[in-house]
């Protein structure tokens, strides 16, 4: 506990809570213990491999949304996995391009073109590994648990709503396809989980339709894959404060947005898998891979909640590994095994990401019953995260929505906690000539206005008691409420009394009493 915790609160001293082990200490999460489990490793390649299959259309689809040529987007998938693998703090969890990241700065490649546009990526991965450092990380505790609900339904949505392109306006042998590919994914684990159902979907389909020479959309079709490996790439653009004004504003959101969906992210792997990650390492690690990703010629990017799902719970994967293979895969299939990669359907693609839609939403928060029991001012929460999110596309706002609303929920009901009562004066030296006040709640911004109007100012004898002692003051707001309440009694030629401050309130209101302005 803090130095400024009450006394009656730290006696007697709890026993010190143990801090959550890092998931590698679980030989679960153990890259040592997976290598030397064929069974383990087997799990951990075979999810890697699926999730290199995943990246590969939606690398290209996101390098079109931002506008440049889908060989950033497979690049920066490819650095960003294995960089994040190694520096990261969350095993298992996936980074690559993301729509997200080519949302926000897809207006510097158009405005400024290439050079200034991986200047921008470099200048976020810089800026991440600074907000990692100053411990931006520790303000994900602020974000309430029904904003990561909506996040995780949102993402769901979205992920769903990214497949309809792929199902609007194609051949009708797309539908049976997709609905193949989704039976396999549900029925196969069933039988056997050897293999991912997600891998099994993906050969058996493609196996189909070059053996039918069926004519359905493919990877190929998506863009043009790239026939040579990442090269280094030095921004050609003059470091001067003019270049800076242009590219940091772009930098600081792409910061954000990727430091946000990242950790979210991470927040939901550590539910599903029950262990505790290193979000602080996630922080400075995502900036990391940012910066080579940017100096190899990557678009950037962040965190995939998407192929993440496919990694950790259709595949089961659980280490370090099938995040690092997952970038050498892809890697290897666009450069050496491009023309096999191009004549996946797209259906196999879908259908794998339709069931990871699915399995992403959380059912039980819209249950009827749970419904019923939960706040309306949850639900709203829950409902706003989702709505922003879906209507911007933008994760970052959507969470904002939420969280902001929640607040002002909390402190709208927390500041009609606070009461004033009147008390019996019989105590008090003078009872005939003095009134006694007891507050009782939390004095903060809130609640401090309707503290004001609780007084009889006019009809109270000459001395006045305030005890605060089942009340604590949080902010200025508090001390200048009470400042006005004194002003005003002694305007009328009263005396006014406070009494029963804890240590902390007492320490606020000495230094800031008389300072604020006491009229109101």
């Known amino acids: 506990m803090s130095d400024d915790t009450p006394a009656h609160l730290s006696d007697p001293a709890p026993e010190p809570r143990p801090v959550p082990a890092p998931p590698e200490a679980d030989e679960s999460y153990s890259v040592l213990a997976a290598l030397k489990s064929p069974r383990r490793l087997r799990t951990e390649v075979l999810a890697g491999l699926v999730v290199a299959l995943a990246l590969i259309p939606e690398a290209i689809s996101f390098s079109i949304l931002a506008g440049v040529d889908p060989r950033l987007g497979l690049f920066a998938s490819f650095t960003m996995a294995v960089t994040i693998a190694f520096v990261g703090g969350r095993p298992a969890m996936i980074s690559a391009a993301t729509g997200a990241i080519a949302l926000v700065i897809a207006p510097v490649v158009r405005d400024h073109g290439i050079d200034y546009f991986i200047a921008t990526v470099i200048l976020a991965g810089v800026l991440q590994v600074l907000f990692g450092v100053l411990g931006v990380a520790k303000l994900m505790r602020f974000i309430p648990r029904m904003v990561m609900v909506g996040f995780v339904n949102a993402l769901a949505i979205l992920i769903f709503m990214a497949q309809l392109e792929h199902l609007i306006g194609v051949p009708w042998a797309v539908y049976p396809l997709v609905t193949v590919g989704v039976a396999i994914i549900v029925l196969l684990p069933r039988w056997s989980k050897v293999v991912p159902a997600p891998l099994v979907a993906i050969v058996a389909i493609t196996g189909a339709v070059v053996l039918a020479a069926i004519n359905v959309p493919t990877v190929g079709d998506q863009g043009e894959l790239p026939e040579s490996l990442p090269e280094l790439f030095f921004p050609d653009v003059p470091l001067t404060l003019e270049t800076l004004q242009i590219i940091a504003p772009y930098a600081v959101a792409m910061a954000l947005v990727g430091i946000l969906e990242s950790l979210m992210t991470a927040k939901l792997v550590d539910d599903i898998t029950d262990t505790h ?112 999110t879906v209507w911007s596309h933008n994760l970052a706002y959507g969470v904002l929505a939420g969280v902001v609303i929640a607040v002002i929920g909390v402190a709208h009901r927390v500041a009609h906690f606070t009461t004033v009562t009147r008390l ?70 009263k005396n006014v009394r406070i009494v029963g401050m804890n240590e902390d309130s007492a320490r606020r209101h000495e230094l800031l009493a008389g300072h604020l302005g006491g009229d109101h």
Not at 278 to 291: D, F, H, L, P, S
Not at 308 to 329: E, H, Q, Y
Not at 370 to 376: A, E, G, M, Q, S
Request: hydrophobic content about 50%; charged content about 15%; proline content about 3%.
């Open 277 to 388: 990650s290193n979000k602080t390492r996630e922080t400075w690690g995502q900036g990391v891979a940012n910066i080579v990703t940017g100096f190899f010629g990557g678009m950037g990017g962040c965190a995939m909640i998407g192929q993440t799902m496919i990694n950790v719970k259709a595949s089961g994967a659980r280490t370090r590994i099938s995040t690092f293979l997952a970038g050498v895969f892809l890697l290897i299939m666009v450069v050496a095994l491009g023309d096999i990669v191009a004549i996946i359907p797209m259906a196999a693609l879908v259908a794998v990401m339709i069931m990871v839609s699915v399995a992403t939403f959380d059912w039980h928060s819209i249950k009827p019953n749970t419904l019923k029991r939960l706040p309306k001012t949850e639900i709203v929460v829950m409902v706003a995260t989702v709505v922003v």
């Open 424 to 493: 019996d004066a019989s105590d008090s030296e003078d009872p005939a000539d003095t009134a006694v006040y007891s507050v009782t709640g939390e004095l903060f911004f809130a609640s401090s206005n309707d503290l004001y109007y609780q007084f009889d100012y006019t009809g109270d004898p000459t001395n006045i008691i305030i005890d605060v002692s089942e009340a604590h003051i949080w902010d200025a707001s508090s001390v200048a409420a009470l400042d006005a309440i004194t002003t005003k009694y002694e305007a009328r030629g």
